[in-house]
């Protein structure tokens, strides 16, 4: 075809490579490239922030297993965005940032920085539209680095090549890549391994995502407990042998059974500080197996006895395949009774600490998971209040959790909700934030409205920045710095459109239980007054990773 400009042809490139979902905030540098994607077909997100364009699109991607694209302005538009690029870079997702970029020639252009840089700090990956001739090729380049490597790709627009003639040629095609399986050697050491655990457990991260079934049937024949890392949580939802989530998270009972396990696998899971409690949640006698497709995982975080770089999936069935019968393990009678009776957070005795004004941040979340349809998606923000949602909401399956946390970012909960909520139409999107990340993030608050997204938003509201309060407070510090007036959020909410009620005490729920029944045509904004006399319980092991 003739008539079209390189901006054209790269936005109709993505649309023909498979994107399907865009984020961002159009200017005149990135207006022609992102009318191409939504004249191609791909559905355009319009958010009030770049930040929330990168945050939701790295939400969208993890939680649909796509892969996104954002597109922002020159130089602001993407400084805007780096929050949420880099919490993107550092979890690997697969997120394709279209950035304009002032002409080579326009030295003095007030958007100019150093775009390629600010990629390559936060772990990006940057490249560029290079000319005409090579405007397909070098969008297929980007895109593929981005889908079948996983990396967070920074693909930067220069002006002038954007506006110059080009013809959408065909793209070149990307070869069908076979994941490697894990050699004999290493299904024969796990077997053995496994065969002889008495009380092994396994604990899936992202990169066991797409292998429930083959983990299960593994677990099964061996006799292992399940746990997955936090950003991986439901995977392993409505089994009889699910811990949930091992680290600062875990609950005493999956503590103690981590703790007490004689053989660990990790799956796909790193075993950074926080899945192992900085080490401490493993025995120093129990061997420890890691299976990670790239071999740099292997033992990068925690000791491993055995590495094995292979494929999830075909591995846990070669495994399987491998054992000489089935063993019972660690799936004994008493161990299924106990996580029966306190396998759940809520199934933990604590003392209420609500009063006339303020509600048990533990009560408010176990009486939401009630009154809440099952079918659900949670996306939770940073802060001291993190854990209880995290925690006390169930969730269906890993699409029902979304955890933008390797940047631990406050801020990003809201946008984080915006993308799990379009790559899971039909759920009921939950975003939980402490006030403030909430305020921190509000820009989407339109967004979200504007989208009609029937999104329930609980803010665990403390008038502060609680896990600042928390950490020095104890010393006798000076908190002036971190602790705020009361605000009204339920009223900023009804100026933005939403639905919002104040709870203090548990009866103030009753709005959302009517609200959450339907249509749930606008969304609900739920401050909570929590009451924060005390830290909650995984602050201390967040603190001793700074
Ligand atoms: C962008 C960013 N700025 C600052 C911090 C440091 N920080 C960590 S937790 C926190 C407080 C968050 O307050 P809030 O959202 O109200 O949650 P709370 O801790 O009160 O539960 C801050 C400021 C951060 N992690 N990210």
Request: aromatic letters at 6%; hydrophobic letters at 45%.
């Amino acid at each position: 075809m003739t008539g079209q400009t390189v901006a054209e042809v790269v936005g109709a490139t993505l649309a023909g490579l498979g994107a399907d979902h865009a984020f961002g905030v159009v200017g005149s540098g990135n207006f022609h490239v992102t009318n191409a994607l939504v004249a191609h077909g791909v559905r355009f997100v319009a958010t009030r922030h770049e930040s929330g364009a990168a945050t939701a699109a790295d939400a969208y991607a993890r939680v649909s297993g796509r892969a996104a694209v954002v597109t922002v302005h020159q130089g602001c538009g993407l400084t805007n965005a780096m929050t949420g690029i880099a919490e993107a870079a550092k979890s690997r997702t697969p997120m394709l940032v279209l950035a304009a970029e002032p002409a080579a020639t326009a030295l003095r252009s007030n958007f100019r920085v150093d775009q390629d840089a600010l990629a390559r700090a936060v772990g990006a990956v940057s490249d560029r539209i290079h000319g005409a001739e090579s405007a397909v090729a070098d969008t297929a380049r980007a895109w593929y680095l981005a889908t079948r490597e996983s990396r967070t790709v920074l693909l930067n627009l220069p002006l002038d090549v954007q506006a110059a003639p080009a013809e959408a040629t065909a793209c070149p095609g990307a070869p069908t890549v076979h994941r490697p399986r894990a050699s004999d050697e290493a299904v024969a050491a796990l077997a053995d391994l496994l065969t002889h655990a008495e009380r092994p457990v396994f604990i899936a991260g992202r990169g066991a995502l797409d292998a429930r079934a083959e983990l299960e049937a593994l677990a099964a024949a061996c006799g292992a407990l399940l746990a997955t890392s936090a950003v991986a949580r439901g995977m392993f939802a409505g089994s009889d042998w699910n811990l949930d989530v091992s680290g600062g998270f875990a609950t005493p009972l999956a503590a103690e059974l981590i703790g007490a396990a004689d053989v660990v696998v990790a799956w796909g899971a790193s075993l950074n500080m926080w899945t192992t409690r900085h080490g401490r949640l493993v025995d120093s006698g129990a061997k420890v197996v890691q299976v990670d497709l790239d071999p740099a995982a292997l033992g990068a975080h925690h000791r491993v006895d055995v590495g094995i770089t292979g494929d999830v999936r075909h591995s846990a069935d070669a495994v399987t395949a491998a054992l000489p019968g089935e063993t019972a393990g660690y799936r004994t009678d008493l161990v299924r009774a106990r996580l029966g009776a306190e396998g759940r957070w809520r199934d933990v005795a604590y003392d209420d600490e609500g009063d006339a004004s303020h509600i048990d941040p533990r009560t408010v979340s176990i009486l939401l998971d009630d009154l809440l349809p099952r079918e659900r998606v949670v996306a939770v923000d940073s802060g001291n209040f993190m854990g209880y949602p995290s925690m006390f909401l169930s969730v269906p399956d890993h699409r029902g959790f979304c955890f933008t946390q390797a940047f631990q970012s406050v801020g990003l909960g809201l946008a984080s909700a915006l993308g799990a909520a379009l790559a899971t139409p039909g759920r009921l999107p939950v975003a939980a934030c402490g006030d403030g990340g909430f305020l921190m993030g509000i820009a989407e608050l339109d967004t979200v409205r504007r989208l009609g997204l029937g999104m329930l938003i609980v803010v665990y509201n403390d008038n502060a920045y609680g896990a600042e309060v928390h950490h020095f407070g104890p010393g006798g510090h000076p908190l002036s710095t971190v602790v705020f007036p009361d605000t009204d959020l339920a009223a900023i909410a009804r100026g933005h459109g939403c639905a919002a009620v104040t709870v203090r005490r548990p009866e103030d729920l009753a709005a959302v239980a009517a609200w959450a029944v339907g249509p749930r045509e606008v969304p609900m904004v739920v401050d909570v007054k929590v009451a924060a006399g005390r830290p909650s319980w995984w602050l201390e092991e967040a603190f001793r990773g700074h």
